[in-house]
């Protein structure tokens, strides 16, 4: 599976950015997807993860009610959008695939997914 993230930009402090990672390959429909961010200097943290057929949902503490992780498998996209975006999510946003389905103990850790994109980046201006 290869991803490309795309989607990221400049907007201010409460505005809205949808991120969209793009899929190639037949294995997309049976992959849980991730994503996950990586702000300067700190370490790789867990955003929002989605099970293969969309049923299931998991979000960090810091994003769940502002952010909605979804996916079109006929597409084969994932897409995250966030909302009342605020200037602690400025990062470098990566989108993951993994072969496990999808729990709260699998989902939220990078070494789960073997498939990474490229990273789109998100700046919140205050």
């Given at each position: 599976v290869q991803l490309q993230a795309s989607g990221g930009g400049l907007v201010q402090a409460g505005g809205s950015l949808r991120l969209s990672c793009a899929a190639s390959g037949r294995a997309f429909g049976t992959s849980t997807m991730g994503w996950f961010r990586q702000a300067p200097g700190k370490e790789c943290e867990f955003v929002a993860a989605i099970s293969m057929t969309g049923g299931n949902t998991?979000?960090?503490g810091s994003v769940k009610?502002?952010?909605t992780i979804s996916?079109?498998?006929?597409?084969?996209?994932?897409?995250?959008?966030m909302n009342s975006l605020?200037?602690?999510?400025?990062?470098?946003?990566y989108c993951a695939a993994g072969q496990?389905?999808?729990?709260?103990s699998i989902g939220t850790l990078?070494?789960?997914y073997e498939y990474w994109g490229q990273g789109t980046l998100v700046t919140v201006s205050s």
């Amino acid at each position: 599976v290869q991803l490309q993230a795309s989607g990221g930009g400049l907007v201010q402090a409460g505005g809205s950015l949808r991120l969209s990672c793009a899929a190639s390959g037949r294995a997309f429909g049976t992959s849980t997807m991730g994503w996950f961010r990586q702000a300067p200097g700190k370490e790789c943290e867990f955003v929002a993860a989605i099970s293969m057929t969309g049923g299931n949902t998991y979000y960090s503490g810091s994003v769940k009610g502002r952010f909605t992780i979804s996916r079109d498998n006929a597409k084969c996209t994932a897409y995250l959008q966030m909302n009342s975006l605020k200037p602690e999510d400025t990062a470098v946003y990566y989108c993951a695939a993994g072969q496990r389905p999808l729990t709260w103990s699998i989902g939220t850790l990078s070494r789960a997914y073997e498939y990474w994109g490229q990273g789109t980046l998100v700046t919140v201006s205050s």
